[in-house]
Each structure stands twice: as structure tokens, then as C-alpha cells.
């Protein structure tokens, strides 16, 4: 969540008239930022991830499990005990500093985050479970008794209509004065800090009316349906349902910012060489935040009832979709400027590389532009592409502002850029440097949803700095239209999407005239210095630019290179549609992001001990990718409808829901064995979870 200002936010009426000034003002911000940045390389890859937990107190007696809404309290205590030297006994080998921890939208959630980036070498990348850990050791140790910290996605109970309350203390919905309005969830549950109530308020009133948020129902025998309504069983359907309720299709309704912002996630920053590097990732990982979407599909539940959905997206898209009914396309353009297609929280709209194979034709969706924006960005040098990027961001308005920062110095200060670029939640965010910083051009990756232990979320953050290094080293190719990426975004959330459907992807990534690799070839060259020069072909610090400590190894592969020099200029051609095992494992002449991966890893020197090490995060993404082992959603909608207490009637009971919660904590800690979601060799952190 990062830094919360102190100040007087201002309500929307207030804000709208300041709209466009801090849009001309940000735009001010950013061109000082990119005349100092633009001709200028950082440290290399460095990078980060962002875990959110929720904290759950638990009444044994009551077979109760709530959302503890001690949110400021527990901070506290964490920024204590992370400045106590004691903390450093503790402290796992390969953790270099002790973590830090933050607030998030919902009371009942916390951040957090590595001391400082971790390093691209081999190396570093097996010191992440163990820094992992320790966090939630951390936590865990400064909570009270009865409270555990959990990674699940979303609450199953959160805004249940039905039963006893979902959080401790218990709150209640205030329709007539909360900043929501919502009729399931009260005020208690946000964050105090003034910005939370602000945004969701302002949302609320920029719409002309509250978030209406949809996900189908899923259908057992005893579901309770509207009258009048019919539907079949989801069970008995072929095909899984669209993620996005049609026609008469039940539903779970939503009504606040909370069911989506009070969702957690998994989120990786990356910092690039330079500008260029950062532009580049961007658009490689554009099509690939669906598949990572669908592979950690993690919340099947919402509002008490099972969905026929495995992840989150739509829901947290609502829950902050502030387009109002002209934006919308429900009435005529008359007070707004632009028809604008997707909520600020959405899948990317443009690629952003100033590439010549980032044609035209990939960027196929009606992405709305501020026309002055572009222009002005133009003008200063900027190219279209990226000048279209900022631009597209840009027709939206500014949705918190505080009234002491209304004027600001605009070369010391980013604030009213971010004001507007922090809020376009999309599945990847290319990032500027700060001021006054020595941090460089960061992308960070947003899509994936946050896993039931530290192993899991270690595999997938690895896995995807892995394959950013495969990107640059192999210089590969990604590009395929938007509209499919879209296409895709919408699969990877369909109940078991993951492995009942195929997704578009491209087949031919290598470049025609570049060598391809061999995901068997072997290093053949020596060790380089850490501080050897960064050359074309290896490194800077072991990283930088894909090459972790020497030269890569190549060698020519037939079935490869005849993908790879493909000529085809249709994106039928290019574009194929694959399982999740093919998009991941290869199929035929494709080798398979992870394929790609291990081919990266084939190519730099890495000794044995940490190549094995890796090897098990690999594994396990292989595994689910294959099927041989299910999403976080299955397990968690298995675990549901076996519940003997489950009336095959789509209701997650307060009793269900507190097994669930109590199950989820003893698979992390090792002392609950689930080989269908983690395989038979995971280990947790313990009996007791505590340093």
C-alpha cells in the first residue's frame, strides 16, 4: 500500500474542480522525471514482493472464526519489534534485514515486505521462502492467542447476510452513512486513515450511485434461487460458465469497495536496468498476468455462498469502477469526455515498448486517450507509444486529493502524478523512479492471487523474476492482441478454469535471427566477477540484463528455431490457443514458459544445491499446470462441499467457514497434510508458527 499522507482529503465535490490541474501538474511531474531518468541505468534487477495477510481470532468454543479488526494495534506492535536487536537472533540465513510491515484498505489486513530488494542471483532467489516465513513468524509472534494470520485471497463469510458476525469486534452495515452505503459491511472494516473512507466515498459519488458488484452463483441441488429463476446444476455443465453473470443468471451480489480492495494478493516489483528494460518486461508480461491469474486461483467464496468462479478479478474491477453511466455507455456523452471500456482496475490496455515488433495491430481494444496529454508528451520528445500509455492513464480523474498538497513543487515532488498513476490498477504497472532516489524504472506484476503458504507464494514470485530474466536474455517476443489478453483475463477466473480451458498465447517467441536455446544444454563458461562490466551478452552484478554469473550456452534446436523464424504476419498464425499444461510445459515446437525458464537456467552458472532448490519451486508450477495438482480454489471448494455440515445448497456456514480457516492454518505450519495441493514433500514452518 505503501506511504499514507497526512492531511484534510477532500470530498468529491471538492475534488472534481481540481481535476485538471493535477492532471497538467502531474504531467509537469513526470517530464522532470524523465529528463533526469531517461539517459540513465540503475543498479540492475532488484526486486521485491508483497504479501497480504488477513488475521483471524478464533473461538474454539464456539466453532467461530472472525476477520480481527486490530489492524493499528498489531502495526504497532511490528514497527516495535522490527527496531528491537533481539529480533536479529531470529533472523534466517540468507535474510539480509529484518522485513517491514504496512497497512492495508481492510482493518483486518496486513502487508509485508522483504528489508530491502533481493538480488537476481540464484542464490538469492532460494533466500525467499525463508525471509517469507520469518514475516509471518514475526507476525504471528506479536499476535494474541486466538489470532492467526492467513493468506487467503478473499473471506468467505466477508458481508454474509446470514448467521453470526464475520469480524471481532462485530460491525454492521450503515446503508445511510458509511462511505460505502453498502448494505452487507459497516465502516468498521476500512482503514481509519482518512484516505480509505475518502477513495471509497469519492468512488461511490464520481458513479452517481454504489458499485454494483457480480459474480455467478455457483448451483447445487438445494441452492436457494430467486423466484421465478431457473438454472442448471454448474456441476452438470460441460463447459465452465462465463465469469461475468449473463441474462438471468444468478448471482452474488456486492455493493462495496471492501469485497474487492479487502481481497489479498501476491504482487512482484521489479527494478530494470533502464527505461527501455522496463518497457520491454512490461509488454512480455502483459500476456502472461491471465495465466498466472489462473494458475493461482484462490477465491471460490464470496458473501457466504460458493461461486462459480475461482479468482477475484471481477470483483475487485467493480469494486472501485467509478465510470459513470455516460463513461459506461449507458447514456449519451454529454457531461463526459470519454466512453471508457474497463474500470481503473482492469487487465492492461496498450503495450508501451518502443519495439518494432510491438505493432499497431496487437493494440486492439478502444483504449480511451487524453489527447492533450499525448500531444504535450509528443512535443517533449516522448514517443507514441509511451506518450499514448501516460495519456490513456490520464483520462482519469484524480480521486483523493489532500487540501495541504494542492500546489506543489514539481521537480521535487511525484505526488500528483501518483495521485492518478497509483490508481489505475492494472495486471502490470510500469513504474517511474522517485525523486530524490536511487531507485530506478520498476514494473510491477499484479495479477496473481496470494497463496495458503510462504512455499507457494516463494515458487510463483521466483518463477516470474525467472522468467523476466529469460525475457531479456532470449530477447523474446510475447506480443498477441490486447483483446485476447482480455479474452484470457476472463478464463483464468471461470471455475477451474485452469485446467478446463485454453488460453491464447503466442507460439513463436524467439527472435528469427538469434540462436535458440536449449532447455538441455549445460554452462560451459567460467564464473564472471560480480562487478564485471555489463556486456551484451552477460550480466551486470550476475543479473542485470539475464545473465546471472557467465555466458549463456547455446545451441541450435531445430523444432525451436522453426517456430521461432516463423514469417507468419497474422496473429491466427502467431496466436495459437493452448492448455494451461501447453502454455507452461510446451506442446510441440513451443517450449513452454517453463521450459524457457529452465533453459535460463541451463544457460548460467548455478551449482547444484541451488539449481535442486529452485528445481522444487519449478516443480510444483509444473504439477499444477499438468493438473496433478489443484489451485488453492479447488482445494478450498473441495474442502466445502465435502464438509459434512454442507447442505449442497452454495451456503458457506459459519461452522464451514471456521474448519476452512483452521484447515488453511495447519496446512501452512505443516501439521495438516494436503499432497493434492503441495505434493507429499512439503514441509510448514512448525506446530507453532512463532519464532
Not at 476500512?190 to 464520481?206: D, E
Not at 490508481?423 to 495458503?452: A, C, D, H, L, Y
Not at 541450435?556 to 499444461?581: G, K, N, Q, R
Not at 537456467?601 to 551449482?607: A, E, G, R
Amino acid at each position: 500500500m505503501g506511504l499514507l499522507a497526512l492531511g484534510t482529503p477532500l470530498d468529491w465535490p471538492a475534488t472534481k474542480p481540481l481535476a485538471e490541474h493535477i492532471r497538467a501538474h502531474g504531467i509537469t511531474q513526470f517530464l522532470h522525471t524523465w529528463d533526469r531518468w531517461k539517459d540513465r541505468s540503475g543498479k540492475g534487477l532488484l526486486w521485491g514482493d508483497e504479501i497480504e495477510y488477513m488475521v483471524v481470532t478464533f473461538d474454539d468454543a464456539t466453532k467461530a472464526a472472525r476477520l480481527s479488526l486490530r489492524q493499528t494495534e498489531i502495526l504497532k506492535k511490528l514497527q516495535t519489534a522490527t527496531l528491537d536487536p533481539k529480533l536479529e537472533a531470529f533472523k534466517p540465513e540468507g535474510c539480509s534485514t529484518i522485513p517491514t510491515f504496512h497497512p492495508e484498505y481492510g482493518r483486518y489486513m496486513l502487508e509485508s515486505t522483504p528489508g530491502c530488494p533481493f538480488g537476481g542471483s540464484p542464490r538469492d532467489l532460494v533466500a525467499v521462502e525463508a525471509d517469507m516465513r520469518f514475516r509471518r513468524q514475526i507476525i504471528r509472534s506479536h499476535l494474541l492467542p486466538h489470532e492467526v494470520p492467513v493468506t487467503v485471497t478473499s473471506w468467505p463469510r466477508l458481508g454474509a447476510s446470514d448467521g453470526p458476525p464475520f469480524t471481532d469486534p462485530e460491525t454492521t452495515a450503515e446503508p445511510d452513512r458509511s462511505s460505502s452505503r453498502s448494505q452487507y459491511v459497516g465502516e468498521l472494516i476500512t482503514n481509519p486513515h482518512a484516505r480509505f473512507p475518502t477513495l471509497t466515498a469519492n468512488i461511490r459519488q464520481r458513479r452517481g450511485s454504489l458499485v454494483d458488484i457480480r459474480v455467478p452463483l455457483f448451483i447445487d441441488e438445494h441452492t436457494r434461487l430467486p423466484a421465478g429463476v431457473s438454472a442448471p446444476l454448474s456441476l452438470s455443465q460441460s463447459v465452465p460458465q462465463p465469469a461475468k453473470p449473463t441474462g438471468d443468471t444468478p448471482y452474488i451480489h456486492m455493493d462495496a469497495m471492501a469485497f474487492g480492495m479487502g481481497c489479498c494478493c501476491l504482487q512482484i516489483t521489479f527494478q530494470a536496468w533502464n527505461v527501455d528494460e522496463a518497457r520491454r518486461v512490461y509488454d512480455a508480461l502483459v500476456p502472461v498476468a491471465p495465466i498466472m491469474l489462473a494458475l493461482t486461483a484462490a477465491s471460490p467464496a464470496f458473501r457466504g455462498q460458493l461461486a462459480d468462479v475461482d479468482a477475484r478479478w471481477n470483483v475487485i474491477a467493480a469494486s472501485v469502477d467509478d465510470r459513470t453511466e455516460e463513461e459506461r455507455g449507458l447514456k449519451p456523452l454529454t457531461n463526459d469526455k470519454y466512453r471508457i471500456q474497463k474500470s481503473r482496475y482492469d487487465s492492461v490496455d496498450l503495450y508501451i515498448a518502443n519495439d518494432e515488433r510491438n505493432r499497431p495491430e496487437w493494440n486492439d481494444v478502444d483504449a480511451g486517450i487524453n489527447e492533450e496529454v499525448r500531444q504535450r508528451l509528443l512535443a517533449h520528445g516522448i514517443d507514441n507509444q509511451l506518450a499514448s500509455h501516460v495519456a490513456h492513464l490520464f483520462i482519469r480523474d484524480p480521486l483523493v486529493q489532500f487540501s495541504e498538497t494542492i500546489d506543489q513543487d514539481d521537480e521535487s515532488s511525484m505526488d500528483h502524478f501518483e495521485n492518478i498513476q497509483s490508481t489505475n490498477w492494472q495486471t502490470i504497472r510500469f513504474k517511474p523512479p522517485p525523486v530524490n532516489s536511487s531507485i530506478g524504472w520498476r514494473v510491477e506484476f499484479r495479477s496473481m492471487e496470494v497463496q495458503m503458504t510462504d512455499f507457494e507464494n516463494a515458487a510463483f514470485s521466483v518463477f516470474i523474476v525467472l522468467l523476466t530474466r529469460a525475457i531479456i536474455s532470449f530477447d523474446l517476443d510475447f506480443y498477441m492482441p490486447i483483446s485476447k489478453v482480455d479474452d484470457n483475463m476472463q478464463r483464468a477466473q471461470q471455475r477451474n478454469g485452469v485446467h478446463a480451458n485454453k488460453f491464447h498465447f503466442r507460439r513463436s517467441v524467439f527472435p528469427p535471427e538469434r540462436p535458440v536455446f536449449d532447455p538441455s544444454s549445460r554452462p560451459v563458461s567460467r564464473p564472471i566477477s560480480p562487478d564485471a562490466p555489463a556486456t551484451p551478452s552477460a550480466g551486470a552484478n550476475g543479473a542485470s540484463n539475464g545473465s546471472a554469473n557467465g555466458t549463456h550456452t547455446l545451441r541450435h534446436v531445430p523444432s525451436m528455431s522453426s517456430c521461432a523464424s516463423s514469417d507468419d504476419s497474422t496473429d491466427e498464425l502467431e496466436v495459437a490457443e493452448m492448455t494451461i499444461d501447453q502454455v507452461m510445459n510446451g506442446h510441440g515446437g513451443f517450449p513452454g514458459l517453463l521450459g524457457l525458464v529452465n533453459a535460463y537456467l541451463n544457460s548460467i552458472n548455478v551449482d547444484v544445491e541451488t539449481k535442486c532448490r529452485l528445481r522444487r519451486y519449478l516443480e510444483l508450477i509444473k504439477r499444477r499446470a499438468r493438473g496433478e495438482l489443484v489451485t488453492p480454489a479447488s482445494w478450498i471448494r473441495s474442502f466445502i462441499t465435502g464438509h459434512p455440515a454442507y447442505k449442497r445448497d452454495s451456503v458457506v456456514s459459519d461452522l464451514i467457514n471456521y474448519d476452512l480457516a483452521r484447515a488453511v492454518d495447519e496446512i501452512e505450519r505443516g501439521v495438516r497434510a494436503a499432497p493434492e495441493l503441495l505434493g507429499k514433500d512439503y514441509v510448514g514452518s512448525g506446530p507453532s508458527g512463532c519464532l
